[in-house]
């Protein structure tokens, strides 16, 4: 079986205005640790890893932050949302909230 990335809007959009080649960069990345990042509390299963912007010379510890999801049963992998250091340090308890939904969405759909 080959894994299958899912890119959400939202990180498609983010990763985009970044680097066209930032998506795939970050799907090398999981291939070769897929359970590296630290599991968000309160999300049902949310990763997040730090990955380097080279575009603004900022390396893992003060560049991006991607979460998200995988199904290592179906060999699926959610790439949910992307952001830098500098926005934001964690995502907030509603933004816990609304990615809880939808991951309750995502594993419906992975049974």
């Known amino acids: 079986m080959i894994r299958t990335f899912v890119e959400m809007t939202e990180f498609r ?3 985009d205005s970044i680097d066209v080649d930032l998506a795939r960069q970050i ?5 070769k640790r897929i359970d590296g990042g630290d599991v968000i509390r ?4 949310i990763r997040k ?4 912007d080279a575009g603004r010379n900022k390396g893992k510890r003060g560049g991006l932050r991607f979460l998200y999801l995988d199904f290592p049963h179906v060999e699926k992998t959610y790439l949910l949302y992307l952001y830098g250091k500098s926005e934001k340090d964690d995502i907030s308890q509603d933004e ?3 990615l809880r939904s939808l991951v309750d ?3 419906r759909e992975a049974r």
Not at 27 to 31: A, D, G, I, V
Not at 49 to 52: S, V
Request: proline share 0%.
């Open 49 to 52: 890893q730090r990955f380097a």
């Open 105 to 107: 969405v995502l594993k």
């Open 42 to 45: 309160g999300t049902g299963g």
């Open 13 to 15: 959009k983010r990763a």
């Open 27 to 31: 799907q090398n990345s999981l291939l």
């Open 96 to 98: 816990k909230k609304q």
